[in-house]
């Protein structure tokens, strides 16, 4: 398999996010790529799926709690921007 530059760009996020929900669901609290990456993931699978800004952007507030993350995460994280990269 020979991803193309776009392709591999599209699908680093994805897997990013997969490691960080398998090491969450080990017990693993995550830190702010890991948090990061859960939140972008469940942002640019709603976008995918057509539903409106709002609702994939809601969810991803939703997603992670505070004992998700380690101390300290919390104050760091900032949203993803909302680009979806649709093209």
């Not at 997969?18 to 969450?24: I, K, P, T, Y």
Request: proline share 9%; aromatic share 2%.
């Amino acid at each position: 398999m020979h991803p193309s530059q776009h392709e591999q760009e599209r699908l680093l996020p994805s897997y990013a996010a997969e490691l960080a929900r398998r090491r969450r669901a080990r017990g693993l609290r995550l830190d702010l790529p890991e948090a990061t990456a859960i939140v972008t993931d469940q942002v640019l699978e709603g976008a995918r799926d057509g539903v409106p800004v709002a609702e994939p952007t809601q969810s991803g507030r939703t997603v992670l709690t505070r004992d998700d993350v380690v101390d300290g995460v919390p104050g760091l994280w900032s949203p993803p921007a909302r680009t979806t990269g649709r093209s």
